[in-house]
C-alpha cells in the first residue's frame, strides 16, 4: 500500500474539507480522484506530501506512518514522492533546465555532467529536448506543465501526485498531458494520484477512480463502475448536470428505476 | 432626550441610573439609526473588540516574526550549501543599492553641510562645517537614512519575490522537493541585508562627507585641506563603528521583514502589493525603534 488515510479531517476557514476521508492507494496503481472545485481534492493531496499536517486520523505514505511526522521524516520521504502543481510552480528565476536539475544538485552527490544527463533524460522523455536554456516565462501553458513534470520526475519518485494536470489547456494539448501520464506509469511503474474534475482524463488515465464528495469518498471502483454507478451523486458529476438528481421523480427509494426518469429521455 | 420618562402615569419613577442607562440606550439606538441610514453597519463594542483584535494580532506577528527568526538562525548550520545563494543575494542587494544610496548619500552630505553652516555661524568658525558633518553622518544619518532607502528598494523586492513565489506556489514546489525554504530562501537573504547593509553605509559615509566638502568648497570657499582637517578632527573610529553596528541591526530587520510579510502573503497580486506594502513600513518602524534603543546603548553620554 503506497498511501493509506483513515479518517482523515481537515478544516480550512472554519468548514471541514475533509470530514473522515478513508482512501488507499496501491502500488503501482494510478487512482485518479475527482470531486467539485473546492471538495478538498488538493487539500487530501497536500497532505500525502506534508505540506499540509494531519489535524485528525493517520495518514500511511510510502508504507510509513506519517501522522505525526517530523519535516526531517518528510524531507526524506520527498526524494521519493513528487508532485506536479496545477500553475506549474515553475521557479521563475531559474532556467527551464535548472528547475529540472535544482532537486539533484540540492541531493544528489553527483558529478555536474551525469545531473544535466539526468535533466537532458527527464526533459527528453517530456519531449522537451534542448529547452534548458530556455526561461518559463517564455513557455506554453502545455509546455510549462510539462517542465514540471520533468522536473518531478528528476528524482525518480515512486509515488507522483498530480494537481489538476489538465486544467486550463485545450483539448489537444490535454491529450498530450494525459498520454504522458499513462506513459510514465507504463514505463517507470510510478504510482500516481491525479485529481482533476476531467471526467476524460479520468477514463484515460485511470485504474481506479474515487470520488471526493462533502469531504468522504463517495465512490471508489473501476472507470466502468463509475460509469454504471447508480448513485445519484456519481451520475451528476459523470454526466456533468448541476440538476439535483437525489430525489428520484418518481418518490420512495432511489433504485434503478427512480434515478434513470429523473434523467428523462437521453 | 428621555422619551420613555416622559409620561410620569406609565410607569413609576426610575432610579436615576436606570434613567441614565435609558438615555444612552436611547441615543445608541438613534446613532445606530444614523448609522444605517448612511449604510454603516454599527455594532456596539465593534470598535473596541477591533482595537483588541489588532493589539493580539501585534503580538501573534512578533512571535512569528521570532520564530521564522531562530528557524533562520539555526539554518546557519547548513551555511555552505547554501553560499552560493547567499553571494548572489549580496551582490544584487548590496551592489545593487549603491547607485541609489549615492545619490541619498550626497544630498545628505550637502544638506547636513549647509544647515551645519548656518548653526555654527556667529557662534564658531565656518571650519568647523566639516568635523558637524562628520560627526552627524557617521553616527546617525549615514546608517539611519541608508537603511530606511534600503529598506524601500530591498524590503520591497523580497517581499515581492518571495510573495509572487508563494502565491504561485513555489514555496511549495520547493518544498516537495526537500528544499526547505527558510533555508533556501529566507537564510541568504536575511544574511545579505545584515551583512551587506554595513557596507553600503560605509559608502554612504564617505559619499556624504564627500557631499558635505562639494558645498564647503563651493558655497563656503574652503580648502580641500580645512575641510580635511575638520573632518579629521571630528573622526572617531567609536561612531563609525557604533553606527556599522546600527546598520548590521538595521540591515538584519530589514532582511526579516522583507521574508516574512514575502513569505505570508496569499490571494495574488493583491496580496503581493500589500506584502511589498507591509514590509516596507514594519522596515522603517523597527529601523527608527531599534536607532533609538541602539542610540541609548552605544552613544548615552556618561553624566
Given at each position: 500500500m503506497m498511501v493509506g488515510a483513515r479518517g482523515l479531517v481537515r478544516h480550512l476557514g472554519g468548514r471541514a474539507?475533509?470530514?473522515?476521508l478513508d482512501l488507499e492507494v496501491d502500488d503501482g496503481e494510478t487512482l485518479v480522484l475527482l470531486g467539485r472545485s473546492g471538495s478538498g481534492k488538493s487539500v487530501f493531496l497536500k497532505h500525502v506530501i506534508g505540506l499540509l499536517p494531519v489535524e485528525e486520523g493517520t495518514l500511511h505514505v510510502l508504507g510509513e506512518d506519517?501522522?505525526?511526522?517530523?519535516p526531517r521524516t518528510w524531507n526524506r520521504l520527498r526524494r521519493e514522492v513528487a508532485m506536479v502543481f496545477q500553475g506549474a510552480a515553475?521557479?521563475?528565476?531559474?532556467t527551464v533546465g535548472d528547475n529540472v536539475a535544482l532537486a539533484l544538485r540540492h541531493h544528489?552527490?553527483?558529478p555536474e555532467a551525469e545531473i544535466l544527463g539526468r535533466v537532458a533524460a527527464s526533459l527528453g522523455f517530456v519531449?522537451?529536448?534542448?529547452?534548458?536554456?530556455?526561461?518559463?516565462?517564455?513557455?506554453s501553458g502545455g509546455m510549462r506543465k510539462r517542465v514540471g513534470i520533468a522536473r518531478a520526475i528528476a528524482l525518480k519518485p515512486r509515488l507522483l501526485l498530480y494537481d489538476?494536470?489538465?486544467?486550463?489547456?485545450d483539448p489537444v494539448t490535454s491529450d498530450v498531458i494525459n498520454r504522458l501520464i499513462r506513459r510514465l506509469q507504463q514505463e517507470t511503474g510510478v504510482t500516481s494520484i491525479v485529481v482533476t474534475h476531467d471526467m476524460q482524463s479520468a477514463y484515460f488515465i485511470a485504474d481506479r477512480v474515487a470520488l471526493l464528495h462533502q469531504g468522504r469518498i463517495r465512490f471508489r471502483g473501476t472507470p466502468d463502475a463509475l460509469r454504471k454507478s447508480e448513485d445519484p451523486i456519481v451520475r451528476q458529476f459523470v454526466l456533468g448536470?448541476?440538476?439535483?438528481?437525489?430525489?428520484?421523480?418518481?418518490?420512495g427509494a432511489p433504485g434503478p428505476s427512480g434515478s434513470g426518469a429523473a434523467f428523462g429521455p437521453a | 432626550m428621555g422619551e420613555p420618562s416622559d409620561d410620569p402615569r406609565a410607569r413609576p419613577p426610575a432610579p436615576p441610573t436606570e434613567r441614565a442607562a435609558e438615555a444612552l440606550a436611547a441615543v445608541m439606538a438613534r446613532l445606530h439609526a444614523a448609522f444605517a441610514e448612511e449604510g454603516f453597519q454599527y455594532e456596539p463594542g465593534a470598535a473596541t473588540a477591533a482595537i483588541g483584535r489588532t493589539v493580539l494580532r501585534f503580538f501573534e506577528d512578533t512571535g512569528r516574526v521570532f520564530g521564522l527568526l531562530l528557524a533562520t538562525l539555526r539554518g546557519l548550520v547548513a551555511l555552505p550549501r547554501y553560499m552560493g545563494e547567499v553571494l548572489t543575494q549580496m551582490f544584487g542587494l548590496g551592489v545593487g543599492s549603491l547607485p541609489l544610496v549615492a545619490i541619498v548619500a550626497v544630498f545628505t552630505g550637502a544638506v547636513t553641510a549647509v544647515q551645519a553652516a548656518y548653526q555654527l555661524?556667529?557662534?564658531?568658525?565656518?571650519?568647523?562645517v566639516g568635523s558637524m558633518v562628520t560627526k552627524f553622518i557617521l553616527i546617525e544619518l549615514g546608517p539611519v537614512l541608508t537603511a530606511l532607502v534600503v529598506g524601500g528598494r530591498v524590503g520591497a523586492a523580497i517581499a515581492a519575490e518571495l510573495g509572487t513565489m508563494r502565491v504561485t506556489e513555489q514555496i511549495d514546489a520547493l518544498e516537495t522537493l526537500a528544499i526547505p525554504p527558510v533555508r533556501y530562501l529566507v537564510l541568504p537573504r536575511f544574511l545579505a541585508a545584515t551583512l551587506m547593509l554595513p557596507v553600503v553605509t560605509v559608502f554612504a559615509d564617505l559619499i556624504a562627507i564627500l557631499g558635505g566638502f562639494a558645498v564647503a568648497y563651493?558655497?563656503?570657499?574652503?580648502s580641500a585641506h580645512t575641510y580635511a582637517e575638520a573632518v579629521r578632527h571630528a573622526f572617531l573610529s567609536r561612531d563609525l563603528f557604533s553606527g556599522l553596528i546600527k546598520s548590521t541591526f538595521f540591515g538584519a530587520s530589514i532582511g526579516l521583514m522583507g521574508t516574512f510579510y514575502g513569505f505570508r502573503a496569499e490571494g495574488g497580486a493583491e496580496g503581493v502589493g500589500k506584502a511589498a506594502t507591509q514590509a516596507v513600513v514594519a522596515s522603517c518602524v523597527l529601523v527608527l525603534t531599534l536607532d533609538y534603543v541602539l542610540a541609548n546603548l552605544l552613544f548615552r553620554a556618561t553624566l
Open positions: 474539507v475533509l470530514a473522515g506519517v501522522t505525526r511526522a517530523t515553475l521557479f521563475d528565476s531559474m544528489a552527490r553527483a519531449g522537451l529536448t534542448d529547452t534548458e536554456s530556455l526561461r518559463p516565462s517564455s513557455l489538476e494536470p489538465t486544467s486550463g489547456l448536470t448541476s440538476l439535483d438528481l437525489s430525489t428520484p421523480t418518481g418518490g | 555661524e556667529g557662534f564658531l568658525p565656518l571650519r568647523y563651493l558655497v563656503y570657499e574652503q
